[in-house]
């Protein structure tokens, strides 16, 4: 599940080429702390069966880095579905 601001415009992107689905919109959700406006907020997601379809049909895994990601997550998540390393 990922939940981008509206106005985010490569998030959005970013969602959309993954072929997450957009399960709502969220109107005048969030607040701008420097403005005050409120924004409106996407969700997308995607379920765990079809995640793990997608894991299994990639030839190589990538590597996804950042806060609170272990460099291998993905590779360790898809293991435990049973798919072999290449």
């Known amino acids: 599940m990922f939940e981008p601001l509206a106005r985010n415009q490569a998030a959005v ?4 080429l993954g072929m997450l ?4 919109e969220l109107l ?7 403005t005050g406006e409120r924004l409106d907020q996407l969700i997308f997601a995607l379920t765990l069966d079809e995640f793990k379809n997608r894991v299994r049909a990639v030839a ?14 993905v590779r360790e998540i898809a293991r435990s579905y049973g798919r072999k390393q290449t």
């Open 28 to 34: 005048a959700h969030r607040l701008d702390s420097k």
């Open 60 to 73: 190589k895994l990538p590597v996804f880095e950042g806060p609170d990601l272990r460099r291998n997550f």
């Open 13 to 16: 992107t970013a969602c959309r």
């Open 21 to 24: 689905r957009q399960e709502g």
